[in-house]
């Protein structure tokens, strides 16, 4: 017989068995990835999130998409290429892409830095705002934000005629970088600093 | 709380969603437990998980490789045909030079759900066939670490998304891959949303006690 702690039991993040939390790093007793129980384990999280913020940069200055027809060369950014659909009336592509593109990876950068702050400091300790969904939520809508990069490639894969060719841009990679990133963070977040902090 | 050893934490389940703590309960076959805090699926219970895991992968394999032989998509600009396939849409950012892109394509759109598929498939095998537990318990870590980064059903709707940017320019025919990989994603769509990946732990967790029994 042993005596177990409710309070004291969490959740592997890999495989979702219970496990004992014995205030150290130990291996999961059924999966063996790292049960980790630090203070300072958000560090990994905003590592990766800064890169994410950073990459966004570029990936939003520079052209996504270049189209070369007889001999003009032409570049369009995220927002440019939003503008464009937009203007050409194709409204549902557009509000898609505004929202995969711009919105989503915006949203998860502030999600992500509001939870990594309050978990630490006392932000918002007893507003009602549930953190378990936040979280939930982001992981769910994230991955969506690759939609651009996969339309760029579709469309540089399809067209490459001698007159009329699209290739990706440099934001094309930035944006890569940064959606990976953001993945990246949101993975290395503990969730259960939620619960210890609440 | 007073626990037999440690075994017994197999029996006790945190919601993934709200993280509440839950003991597990035996339920009648094909029926579901729901989390009594924020009501998601919990666990579910069914005898012919293995069975029907294994009609599923298998099908979605089929339809996987159909997706990848034949061409998604064929245009015709200024009178030349072009096609892609979805192995092509990454080489070409190769042949580019956006390795990274390339690279993340091909694992998002590519290796992983064929990985997935093939992993499941092996898994529900070895579980039928009762085989081989500790090489069960990795594909079933491996499978976890995957799962989030499977994208084909990101990938279609961005076919059709680059489809609606070309409307006007080109002609556009859907090739066979499409529709394949319309049932592949919808198969993928159904397994995530009904097999979770704690429910093959638990079978795994029961047909392995019931050999050593
Ligand atoms: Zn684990
Ligand atoms: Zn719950």
Not at chain 1, 108 to 124: A, C, E, N, R, T
Not at chain 2, 100 to 123: D, R
Not at chain 2, 150 to 179: E, R
Not at chain 2, 187 to 193: G, N
Request: glycine share 6%.
């Amino acid at each position: 017989m042993i005596e177990v702690n409710e309070k004291e039991l969490m959740r592997c993040n890999v495989c979702g068995a219970v496990n004992i939390d014995r205030g150290e790093v130990t291996p999961c007793r059924r999966c063996g990835s790292n049960i980790y129980h630090e203070r300072f384990s958000t560090q990994k999280s905003w590592a990766y999130l800064l890169t994410a913020m950073i990459a966004y940069i570029p990936a939003n200055l520079y052209p996504m998409l270049i189209t070369k027809q007889f001999g003009s060369v032409e570049g369009s950014t995220i927002l440019g290429g939003v503008v464009m659909l937009w203007e050409h009336g194709s409204y549902p592509i557009a509000l898609i892409i505004f929202f995969a593109s711009i919105l989503i990876p915006i949203i998860k950068f502030l999600v992500l830095i509001y939870l990594l702050i309050s978990v630490k400091y006392p932000i918002g300790k007893d507003s009602k705002i549930d953190k378990h969904k936040l979280y939930y939520m982001t992981e769910a809508v994230g991955p969506w934000s690759m939609i651009d990069v996969f339309v760029v490639a579709i469309l540089a894969a399809l067209i490459h005629l001698a007159n009329v060719e699209i290739v990706a841009g440099t934001a094309a990679t930035a944006f890569a970088i940064s959606v990976f990133f953001t993945l990246l963070a949101a993975h290395a977040f503990d969730e259960r600093l939620i619960k210890e902090y609440r | 709380m007073k626990l037999e050893n440690e075994e017994a934490l197999d029996h006790l389940i945190i919601c993934h969603k709200c993280h509440t703590l839950h003991e597990e309960v035996e339920i009648e076959d094909g029926t579901k437990a729901l989390c009594s805090k924020c009501g998601s699926v919990l666990y579910r219970f069914d005898s012919k998980l293995a069975d029907y895991g294994l009609a599923l992968s298998a099908t979605g394999l089929i339809f996987f490789v159909l997706a990848n032989l034949f061409p998604l998509v064929k245009i015709e600009l200024l009178g030349h045909e072009q096609f892609i396939t979805i192995p092509k849409t990454f080489v070409a950012l190769f042949d580019n030079g956006f390795y990274f892109v390339g690279l993340m394509c091909a694992f998002l759109i590519f290796i992983f759900p064929l990985l997935i598929f093939v992993i499941n498939f092996m898994l529900f095998l070895l579980l039928k066939l009762r085989k081989s537990p500790d090489f069960t318990k990795s594909l079933l870590i491996l499978l976890s670490h995957i799962k989030p980064w499977s994208m084909s059903d990101i990938f279609l709707i961005s076919i059709l998304v680059a489809l609606v940017k070309l409307i006007g320019y080109a002609q556009i025919d859907m090739g066979v891959a499409f529709w394949t990989l319309v049932i592949f994603v919808g198969i993928d769509l159904y397994m995530s949303k009904q097999i979770h990946v704690s429910e093959i732990w638990m079978l795994r967790r029961r047909l392995y006690a019931q050999e050593r029994a």
